[in-house]
């Protein structure tokens, strides 16, 4: 993966990813090596996202690498009029590798072509994120054993939620079954059904969080934002209807996790953190490992 | 037909060497002037719109003196003209003639419907993957979505 790009999840191949997978597991095992101390990673988060960052930083100093960047565009030259091309080709002469977040889609795409060192895209828009998608792949094989056949349950905004789609296509090379709950009005877009079914799986849509739940292995929680709906009673209505409470997963596979990207509101009751069966603080810390795994890998310090 | 033929080249007068557009759709004539940057010409070029059609009621038509365009070229036009024909004219006679046809890859002419892409933000040339050649739906390379003829606009 030495000096190549991760703009998109299908920038990888199946076994590109996998390899990531392992990679990351031996940060685990192994999480502080000082094999990056002769470099400097650059974050560039045109617009701040402090969970990403400070992921990716933690990543980087664990591997003794040194961090430049901002964190959010009004303390760079951006809030000067700066064009992306001008921002990246200026950064690249200070950095080995750039890790950026921006608000418009494809900015990273973008970036990777006029870059002359590697582009990790660390959220562009609603577009892409696919650092998150590799960290939950890795979490869902660390908790059942494996990826491939797996019934991945997925709850909430199905319909704007960037991470939902991500992952749904890369699990799409995993031979999954998809269980979608989620509003009338915030069901999966029909171009992820496709690629569903354009891989011969099957989906099967719920509104009713209870009937999904025993078939899942994994249970990904999704925030529902209110200013998603056109009429704010249909938001009263069904917010209390994707919230979990800990009285759900009774009567679930005793393998299902359940995981949330995170940052949670209400739709995961604190209740539900202690049970053995919740799994999305692991999951935020095992980012770590993955991006670890990536800054490695790209910069081609290890193979 | 002979009538029809002559009546044509009444209304848009001959060229002797170059290449004539026909069958473009009536309000898309002047798309294609743009797609083909003959704004910028200095050749002789005659065109007409709005000329009765058997085959489409209404259409229009470019002839360009002294121009021969690659397939790559005027394949641009077909999703603004997809019904469009190439005639290339060499002594006042044919001595071609084919149908446009939908490109592969579509460069820089075409917006992003998406208004949070980075290319309606920045001086940035598009770039599409043709997706769906018989609906035209073209991919945006940076962020992913899909333009189609509904919603295109020609830059």
């Known amino acids: 993966m030495k000096h190549k790009s991760l703009v998109s999840i299908d920038d990888y191949t199946r076994e590109e990813q996998l390899h990531i997978l392992d990679l990351a597991e031996g940060f685990e095992a192994n999480p502080v090596q000082r ?38 565009a009004s303390s760079s030259s951006v809030s000067k009029g700066e064009s992306l091309n001008d921002t990246i080709l200026t950064v690249s002469n200070y950095t ?44 869902i094989r660390k908790t059942q054993g494996k990826l491939e056949d797996l019934h991945i349950a997925f709850v909430g905004d199905l319909k704007y939620g960037r991470t939902v789609h991500s992952l749904t296509f890369a699990l799409c090379n995993f031979n999954a079954t998809f269980h979608l709950v989620s509003p009338e009005e915030l069901k999966l877009p029909s171009y992820v059904k496709r690629k569903i079914k354009d891989n011969n799986l099957k989906y099967y849509q719920y509104t009713d969080l209870h009937d999904a739940i025993p078939f899942a ?87 | 037909m002979e009538e029809n033929k002559m009546r044509k080249e009444l209304q848009v007068s001959a060229i002797e060497n170059g290449t004539v557009i026909d069958h473009i759709p009536a309000k898309s004539v002047f798309q294609v002037v743009r797609i083909l940057g003959l704004e910028n010409c200095n050749e002789q070029i005659l065109f007409g719109t709005n000329l009765e059609s058997k085959k489409f009621g209404h259409k229009g038509i470019v002839k360009v003196a002294n121009r021969f365009f690659e397939s790559e070229e005027i394949n641009k036009i077909a999703l603004a003209a997809p019904t469009a024909t190439l005639i290339v004219i060499k002594n006042y006679q044919v001595t071609e003639k084919k149908r446009v046809e939908i490109p592969d890859h579509v460069y ?48």
């Open chain 1, 35 to 72: 094999i990056l101390q002769d470099y400097v990673v650059a974050t560039l988060f045109f617009e701040p996202s402090t969970r990403t960052r400070l992921s990716f930083e933690s990543a980087a100093s664990r591997l003794g690498a040194k961090v430049i960047g901002f964190s959010d």
């Open chain 1, 96 to 139: 080995d590798i750039i890790v950026m977040r921006h608000p418009r889609e494809g900015s990273a795409r973008y970036a990777s072509e006029v870059s002359p060192v590697p582009i990790i895209n660390a959220g562009d828009g609603a577009n892409q994120h696919p650092t998150q998608t590799l960290l939950d792949m890795y979490s």
């Open chain 1, 217 to 303: 292995d994994i249970l990904y929680m999704t925030r529902i934002q209110k200013e998603r709906f056109s009429d704010p009673i249909e938001y009263e209505r069904v917010k209390n209807a994707y919230i979990l409470k800990e009285e759900l997963l009774e009567g679930s596979k005793p393998n299902l996790r359940v995981l949330h990207p995170l940052p949670r509101v209400n739709e995961i009751e604190t209740a539900v953190d202690k049970n053995p069966k919740a799994y999305y603080f692991q999951q935020a810390q095992n980012g770590v490992y993955v991006r670890q795994a990536l800054l490695a890998s790209i910069l081609g310090v290890v193979e």
């Open chain 2, 108 to 155: 820089k002419f075409v917006k992003c419907v998406n208004p949070n892409c980075i290319t309606n933000h920045e001086a940035i040339p598009t770039r599409f993957d043709v997706i769906d050649k018989e609906e035209i739906k073209l991919q945006c390379l940076y962020c992913e979505k899909v333009t189609d003829k509904n919603n295109m606009t020609i830059l």
